[in-house]
């Protein structure tokens, strides 16, 4: 089941216990996508704003 979340701490926190993260680049967003045990948590921000939380996660990160 999906899950939206628009929290940036708290979407760095579940990418603690995560397998890993979807990044799909759109022209005005990115999507980040944390595929967790039981749920796919997505995260949309500004392409500017997604490099720096790229570089904060601590799962695997797969472009899509």
Do not use: G, W
């Not at 799909?24 to 045990?37: F, G, N, Y």
Request: hydrophobic share 40%.
């Amino acid at each position: 089941m999906p899950v939206e979340i628009f929290d940036v701490d708290e979407f760095i926190k579940i990418a603690e216990r995560a397998k890993y993260c979807n990044i799909k680049r759109l022209e005005r967003e990115v999507k980040l996508k944390l595929r967790t045990p039981r749920k796919l948590f997505t995260l949309k921000v500004n392409p500017t704003k997604a490099e720096e939380i790229i570089k904060k996660l601590s799962c695997e990160i797969r472009e899509v």
